[in-house]
C-alpha cells in the first residue's frame, strides 16, 4: 500500500491469483491480474474502518490504475516466452504480439494440438508466413457474384415492365445498387484486416529512414510559409519518430505560358527562406526541392513534368542515390537517403503519431515487398491511412457539412476495414500514405508514357499491391461548394477513363482484382448518368416506370450501404 507522501507501508514479494475455468487459458488469467488487484483492494475497502488505512488504499487503487502491467502479463504466458525466440516477435507493438498469440491458439484448437506445439511448429517453419499468411482469394467469386445480382435485377425490371429494352436501361443503376448490397454483407460479416507491426519505441532507426514528402504549387508568396508551419506542426507531432524523419516540400510552380515564370523566383527565394529559417531552428531535418518547368507539347504549355507523379518518382530516385532532376534548394542533399517516402498533400494533415505506425506497419517483415515481373506479388509496396475530413474544412461552408458529415479525427474509434483489403489483401491507393522507395522504381520508373495518366494512384496501387491501415488516420479537405466537387469528380473520372488500356493489354501484368477495380471505376462514373436518364425517361414513358424505379433504388444505395456498414469502408 502507498500513502499520500509516497511511501510504501505494506509490501508483497509475491501473490497467488487461483482462476477456476473450464479450459485452461494462461493469458485470459495472466490479462485479468490486473483487474484481480484492483478487485483485492477495493473488497478491502468496502470492509476498512480506519480513515488512514482507506486513504492508504485508496492511493494504492490510483497507483494500480497507471501501472502497465502488459510486460509483466506477457512474461508471465509460456506461449509468449517460446514466441519470443523469433528476434522480431518482442519488437512488435502489443497489439500484434496478442494477435500472434490468438492465431496460434486458434490454430492449436484446428489441428488438435496444444498453442506450444502449434508455436513451435510455426518458428520451425517461419513465424510470419505461418500466422500471418496472404489471403489467397482469387476474386473470381466476389466479381461473379456482383455480375449476377446485376443481372437478376436488371432482368426483374425487364419482366415487371415487360419490355426488353428496358432490361438494358436498367444496366447501371443495376449495377450500383448489387454492388452497394455486395458490399454492405461483406462488411458486415468480415472482421478488418490488422497489419502486423513493429513498435520502434526507439525511434525509426537508420533501417527505417523516411522523407514526409508535402507536393504543392507555389501560387502565390503565402503558399510556402503556411506549408512551412505545417511541416513543422508534423514534426512536433511525430517526434517520437527520431532524427531518421525528414521533411521536404516538393514545390513545383505553376503551368505558365513562358519559362521563366514570371514571379517564380520571387516564390522560390521566399519558400528557401522560410525553409532555412525551420533547418536553423532544428538544426537540419527541413528540404526544399523544385523541379524546373518544361514544355508540354500536348497541353501546349509550360508545365512540371507528370505533376505530382512526377515529383515523387524524382524523389524516390533521389532517396536511392539515382540521377534526380530534382534541385535541393534548402537542406543538405547528400542527406537525403531514404528507404520510405510519405506522401503527402498541401491540405492533407499528419496526425500525432501516424508516421511511426506506417512506418512500423511498412518495416514488418510480413509487409515487406516482393517484387517479380514488375508486379509486387507478395506484402506491401504501399500502406495508406484512413483518411477523414478535417474538422474546420468540414465546417466551413454549408455544402461541405452536408458533403462532409461531422468531420475530425475519432481518437477512440476501433480500427476500420477496406473491403479488398480485408478479404483479398490488396487495399490500393489513395494517393496519401507510405511508398517503400525501391519497391515504387522496380515496378513503376518509366513504365507509364507521358501525359497518358492522370489517375496515378489506382495504378500505383495495383501495381504495388497497397494496403490499409485502418486504425491510423489523417484527415484531408473537402470541396467547399458543388462547384469544387463537379471539377475533381470531373477529374477524377478523365483518370478513371485513362485507365482503360490497362484494364485490357497493358495490364496482363496485374492481378484479376485490380483489373476489376479499374473497370469499377469507370462502370461507377457511369451509374450517374444512367441513373438520369432512366430517371428522365420513366417521367416521359410509362414503361421505363421500373427502370426509373431501379434508378432511385440506386441513387439511396450508397446512403443505405454507408448506414449498414457503419465505420466500415468498402470499395464504393
Known amino acids: 500500500n502507498f500513502a499520500a507522501d509516497g511511501r510504501a507501508y505494506y509490501k508483497v514479494d509475491g501473490f497467488h491469483i487461483e482462476l477456476y475455468t473450464d479450459v485452461k487459458a494462461p493469458e485470459t488469467e495472466a490479462a485479468l491480474t490486473g483487474a484481480a488487484l484492483r478487485a483485492a483492494v477495493i473488497q478491502a475497502l468496502a470492509s476498512e474502518q480506519d480513515d488512514s488505512r482507506a486513504g492508504e488504499l485508496f492511493t494504492s487503487l490510483r497507483a494500480l490504475a497507471e501501472m502497465d502491467l502488459t510486460d509483466a502479463q506477457e512474461r508471465s504466458d509460456p506461449l509468449d516466452e517460446l514466441l519470443r525466440r523469433d528476434p522480431v516477435y518482442p519488437k512488435m507493438d502489443e497489439t500484434s504480439r496478442a494477435m500472434y498469440r490468438e492465431k496460434c491458439q486458434r490454430l492449436a484448437r484446428k489441428h488438435g494440438v496444444s498453442p506450444r506445439k502449434e508455436a513451435q511448429t510455426a518458428l520451425e517453419s517461419g513465424l510470419h508466413d505461418h500466422l500471418c499468411p496472404e489471403p489467397e482469394r482469387s476474386g473470381k467469386g466476389y466479381i461473379l457474384t456482383h455480375a449476377l445480382l446485376t443481372l437478376v435485377i436488371s432482368l426483374t425490371v425487364g419482366l415487371v415492365s415487360g419490355t426488353a429494352w428496358t432490361v438494358l436501361l436498367a444496366l447501371l443503376p443495376a449495377s450500383e445498387l448489387s454492388g452497394s448490397i455486395l458490399d454492405t454483407v461483406i462488411l458486415r460479416l468480415t472482421k478488418p484486416r490488422r497489419l502486423p507491426r513493429l513498435e520502434l519505441r526507439e525511434g525509426l532507426g537508420p533501417a527505417g529512414r523516411t522523407i514526409c514528402a508535402v507536393s504543392a504549387l507555389l501560387t502565390d508568396d503565402d503558399t510556402a510559409p503556411r506549408l512551412a508551419r505545417s511541416m513543422e506542426e508534423y514534426r512536433l507531432a511525430n517526434r517520437d519518430c527520431g532524427e531518421h524523419l525528414l521533411f521536404a516540400l516538393l514545390a513545383d510552380l505553376p503551368d505558365a505560358a513562358e519559362w521563366p515564370v514570371p514571379g517564380g ?84 494533415c499528419l496526425t500525432p503519431g501516424a508516421a511511426r505506425r506506417l512506418v512500423g506497419a511498412a518495416m514488418h517483415p510480413a509487409n515487406a515487398p516482393v517484387v517479380k515481373k514488375g508486379v509486387v506479388v507478395r506484402g506491401h509496396g504501399v500502406i495508406h491511412p484512413r483518411m477523414s475530413v478535417a474538422l474546420e474544412s468540414a465546417l466551413s461552408t454549408d455544402f461541405s457539412r452536408l458533403y462532409a458529415g461531422q468531420g475530425g479525427t475519432d481518437p477512440y474509434g476501433a480500427p476500420t476495414g477496406e473491403l479488398f483489403s480485408d478479404l483479398f489483401g490488396r487495399g490500393g491507393f489513395s494517393g496519401k500514405g507510405l511508398v517503400d522507395a525501391e519497391a515504387f522504381l522496380a515496378c513503376l520508373d518509366e513504365r507509364f508514357p507521358e501525359n497518358t495518366v492522370l489517375s496515378h494512384d489506382a495504378l500505383e496501387g495495383a501495381y504495388l499491391r497497397g494496403a490499409y491501415l485502418g486504425d491510423t488516420e489523417l484527415t484531408d479537405s473537402a470541396p467547399v461548394n458543388a462547384f469544387s466537387w463537379f471539377r475533381r469528380m470531373s477529374r477524377w473520372t478523365r483518370g478513371d477513363w485513362q485507365n482503360l488500356p490497362w484494364i485490357l493489354r497493358q495490364g496482363r501484368d496485374l492481378h484479376l482484382l485490380d483489373r476489376w477495380r479499374l473497370f469499377d471505376s469507370v462502370r461507377r462514373s457511369m451509374a450517374a448518368p444512367g441513373a438520369l436518364s432512366a430517371l428522365i425517361l420513366a417521367m416521359l414513358l410509362p414503361v421505363c416506370r421500373p427502370a426509373g424505379a431501379a434508378a432511385l433504388l440506386a441513387l439511396g444505395a450508397d446512403a443505405a450501404h454507408a448506414a449498414l456498414a457503419g465505420d466500415r469502408k468498402s470499395t464504393r
Open 265 to 348: 523566383k520571387k516564390r522560390l527565394q521566399k519558400a528557401k527562406q522560410t525553409i532555412d529559417e525551420l533547418n536553423e531552428r532544428y538544426g537540419g531535418g527541413f528540404y526544399l526541392l523544385s523541379r524546373d518547368l518544361r514544355w508540354n507539347s500536348a497541353d501546349h504549355i509550360f508545365s512540371a513534368p507528370e505533376r505530382k507523379r512526377g515529383a515523387i518518382t524524382e524523389l524516390c530516385r533521389l532517396s536511392q542515390g539515382r540521377t534526380s532532376s530534382l534541385r535541393c534548394l534548402s537542406g543538405d542533399r547528400a542527406e537525403l537517403r531514404a528507404r520510405y517516402i510519405l506522401c503527402l498533400d498541401s491540405d492533407t
